[in-house]
Protein backbone atom coordinates (compact mmCIF):
# COMPACT_ATOMS: atom_id res chain seq x y z
CA UNK A 1 0.00 0.00 0.00
CA UNK A 2 1.75 3.52 -1.26
CA UNK A 3 1.71 6.67 1.27
CA UNK A 4 -1.12 7.73 -0.94
CA UNK A 5 -3.48 5.28 -0.28
CA UNK A 6 -2.56 5.27 3.48
CA UNK A 7 -3.44 9.06 3.67
CA UNK A 8 -6.47 8.53 1.79
CA UNK A 9 -7.41 5.87 4.47
CA UNK A 10 -6.28 8.17 6.97
CA UNK A 11 -8.70 11.34 6.10
CA UNK A 12 -11.34 8.87 5.36
CA UNK A 13 -11.60 7.69 8.89
CA UNK A 14 -11.23 11.24 10.05
CA UNK A 15 -13.99 12.45 8.58
CA UNK A 16 -16.19 9.94 9.75
CA UNK A 17 -14.88 9.98 12.96
CA UNK A 18 -15.41 13.86 13.81
CA UNK A 19 -19.30 12.91 12.46
CA UNK A 20 -19.81 12.46 16.20
CA UNK A 21 -18.01 15.68 17.27
CA UNK A 22 -20.35 18.03 15.77
CA UNK A 23 -23.57 17.02 18.05
CA UNK A 24 -25.37 14.67 18.78
CA UNK A 25 -27.80 12.79 16.44
CA UNK A 26 -31.18 14.34 18.16
CA UNK A 27 -30.52 17.96 17.15
CA UNK A 28 -28.43 19.20 20.47
CA UNK A 29 -25.66 21.79 19.51
CA UNK A 30 -22.18 20.87 19.66
CA UNK A 31 -20.54 22.16 23.11
CA UNK A 32 -17.87 24.48 22.97
CA UNK A 33 -15.65 24.16 25.59
CA UNK A 34 -14.21 27.83 25.95
CA UNK A 35 -18.08 28.91 26.94
CA UNK A 36 -18.71 25.79 28.72
CA UNK A 37 -16.16 25.31 30.88
CA UNK A 38 -17.38 22.92 33.24
CA UNK A 39 -18.38 20.66 30.02
CA UNK A 40 -18.54 17.00 31.09
CA UNK A 41 -18.00 15.53 27.73
CA UNK A 42 -14.68 14.35 26.57
CA UNK A 43 -14.94 16.19 23.12
CA UNK A 44 -15.34 19.52 24.97
CA UNK A 45 -11.96 19.21 26.59
CA UNK A 46 -9.72 16.93 23.69
CA UNK A 47 -11.08 18.47 20.89
CA UNK A 48 -10.30 22.32 21.74
CA UNK A 49 -7.02 21.27 23.32
CA UNK A 50 -6.37 19.95 19.65
CA UNK A 51 -7.94 22.89 17.64
CA UNK A 52 -5.77 25.77 19.78
CA UNK A 53 -2.87 24.08 20.57
CA UNK A 54 -1.09 21.14 18.74
CA UNK A 55 -3.24 22.02 15.38
CA UNK A 56 -2.24 25.87 15.87
CA UNK A 57 1.70 24.78 16.35
CA UNK A 58 1.21 22.16 13.51
CA UNK A 59 -0.63 24.86 10.88
CA UNK A 60 2.70 27.57 11.47
CA UNK A 61 5.25 25.04 11.22
CA UNK A 62 3.76 23.70 8.03
CA UNK A 63 2.54 26.05 6.35
CA UNK A 64 6.15 26.74 6.10
CA UNK A 65 6.68 24.05 3.83
CA UNK A 66 3.04 22.99 2.12
CA UNK A 67 0.93 24.68 -0.49
CA UNK A 68 -2.41 25.58 0.89
CA UNK A 69 -4.10 22.31 -1.34
CA UNK A 70 -1.33 19.89 0.45
CA UNK A 71 -1.77 21.81 3.96
CA UNK A 72 -4.74 19.91 5.69
CA UNK A 73 -3.54 16.28 4.85
CA UNK A 74 -0.03 17.39 6.48
CA UNK A 75 -1.82 19.05 9.17
CA UNK A 76 -3.49 15.65 10.30
CA UNK A 77 -0.52 13.94 9.80
CA UNK A 78 1.35 16.09 12.20
CA UNK A 79 -1.76 16.17 14.84
CA UNK A 80 -1.91 12.17 14.71
CA UNK A 81 2.15 11.95 14.85
CA UNK A 82 2.19 15.14 18.30
CA UNK A 83 -0.30 13.47 20.51
CA UNK A 84 1.45 10.54 21.95
CA UNK A 85 5.16 12.16 21.21
CA UNK A 86 6.96 11.87 24.58
CA UNK A 87 8.62 14.10 26.63
CA UNK A 88 6.08 16.73 26.68
CA UNK A 89 7.04 17.55 30.64
CA UNK A 90 10.49 18.43 29.13
CA UNK A 91 8.69 21.45 27.79
CA UNK A 92 6.18 22.73 30.10
CA UNK A 93 5.47 22.61 33.69
CA UNK A 94 3.27 19.47 33.37
CA UNK A 95 3.61 16.01 34.85
CA UNK A 96 2.76 14.53 31.81
CA UNK A 97 4.50 12.52 29.21
CA UNK A 98 2.84 13.42 26.30
CA UNK A 99 -0.72 15.66 24.75
CA UNK A 100 -2.87 12.39 25.00
CA UNK A 101 -1.88 12.48 28.92
CA UNK A 102 -2.63 16.10 29.51
CA UNK A 103 -6.04 15.76 27.74
CA UNK A 104 -7.24 13.43 29.54
CA UNK A 105 -6.41 15.89 32.65
CA UNK A 106 -8.29 18.31 31.03
CA UNK A 107 -11.22 16.13 30.46
CA UNK A 108 -11.33 15.19 34.15
CA UNK A 109 -11.11 18.86 35.47
CA UNK A 110 -7.58 18.68 37.08
CA UNK A 111 -6.04 20.93 34.28
CA UNK A 112 -7.40 24.24 32.32
CA UNK A 113 -6.14 26.53 29.93
CA UNK A 114 -4.37 29.47 30.95
CA UNK A 115 -6.03 32.45 28.63
CA UNK A 116 -2.99 34.47 28.75
CA UNK A 117 -0.10 32.51 28.61
CA UNK A 118 -1.78 30.92 25.65
CA UNK A 119 -1.72 34.57 24.18
CA UNK A 120 1.81 35.58 24.71
CA UNK A 121 3.13 31.71 23.89
CA UNK A 122 0.74 31.84 20.86
CA UNK A 123 1.82 35.24 19.38
CA UNK A 124 5.65 34.69 19.87
CA UNK A 125 5.48 31.25 17.57
CA UNK A 126 2.91 33.21 14.95
CA UNK A 127 5.59 35.95 14.80
CA UNK A 128 8.34 32.91 14.03
CA UNK A 129 9.93 33.61 10.36
CA UNK A 130 9.56 30.20 8.24
CA UNK A 131 13.14 30.92 7.85
CA UNK A 132 13.76 30.82 11.74
CA UNK A 133 16.13 28.30 13.30
CA UNK A 134 12.98 27.29 15.44
CA UNK A 135 10.91 26.26 12.79
CA UNK A 136 13.74 25.03 10.65
CA UNK A 137 14.46 22.59 13.94
CA UNK A 138 10.86 21.07 14.43
CA UNK A 139 10.44 20.08 10.52
CA UNK A 140 12.59 19.52 7.10
CA UNK A 141 11.14 18.66 4.32
CA UNK A 142 13.34 16.19 3.49
CA UNK A 143 11.97 14.20 6.94
CA UNK A 144 8.40 15.21 6.54
CA UNK A 145 7.18 12.61 8.57
CA UNK A 146 9.55 13.15 11.45
CA UNK A 147 7.75 16.07 13.95
CA UNK A 148 9.71 14.12 17.05
CA UNK A 149 11.35 17.63 17.05
CA UNK A 150 7.90 19.32 17.28
CA UNK A 151 7.64 20.10 21.27
CA UNK A 152 11.28 22.69 20.69
CA UNK A 153 8.94 25.52 20.02
CA UNK A 154 7.64 25.46 23.22
CA UNK A 155 10.62 27.07 23.81
CA UNK A 156 9.58 29.98 22.17
CA UNK A 157 8.51 31.89 24.74
CA UNK A 158 8.72 31.12 28.56
CA UNK A 159 5.02 32.00 29.09
CA UNK A 160 4.76 28.21 26.96
CA UNK A 161 6.23 26.40 29.88
CA UNK A 162 2.19 27.35 31.56
CA UNK A 163 -0.48 26.77 28.66
CA UNK A 164 -1.99 24.85 31.01
CA UNK A 165 -1.95 24.76 35.17
CA UNK A 166 -3.50 22.86 37.76
CA UNK A 167 -7.43 24.01 38.12
CA UNK A 168 -7.52 26.65 40.63
CA UNK A 169 -4.29 27.86 40.39
CA UNK A 170 -5.66 30.92 38.10
Not at 47 to 67: T, W
Request: glycine letters at 2%; proline letters at 5%.
Amino acid sequence: MNKLNILLIFCLLSVLSCKNLLGTDVGNPAVNFDQNPDCESSRCAIQPFADEHVSFICQKVLSCFYLDQDLQNAKLACHQQVMPLPELSKFMDLPFDNYIELAIAIKNKHYIKNVQAESMCYESIQNLSCESTEINSVYTSQSPSNFSAFHFLLTTDASCRQLFIPRGNL
